[in-house]
């Protein structure tokens, strides 16, 4: 499960030349931020029902309704960070 804010990238075509469809998400968590007119779409969280943590995040969203994804909004923890090299990390040669 990975953050994703590049939509065109990841569009996948109905041919798809030879991918496995185990690259294709099952369901998606779209994430948006409010504006003075609605909202902007900022990025999307794939789900894929092979993985058991997600394929859980899958039926408790689909089958929860209003409820379960109040609960799960409730549960995100979110952190930010940029994205620059920290000194400490930058390579020592």
């Given at each position: ?47 894929k ?13 689909a ?15 979110v ?15």
């Amino acid at each position: 499960m990975a953050f994703q804010t590049n939509t065109a990238a990841n569009v996948t075509s109905f041919n798809r030349g030879g991918q496995s469809d185990n690259n294709r998400a099952d369901a998606f968590l779209n994430v948006y931020l409010p504006t003075k007119n609605g909202r902007r779409k900022v990025g999307y969280i794939p789900l894929k029902g092979n993985r058991a943590f997600e394929k859980a995040i899958i039926e408790r969203l689909a089958e929860g309704g209003a409820e379960a994804m109040q609960s799960f909004i409730a549960a995100m923890q979110v952190e930010f960070h940029t994205a620059e090299a920290e000194e400490d990390n930058l390579p020592q040669f």
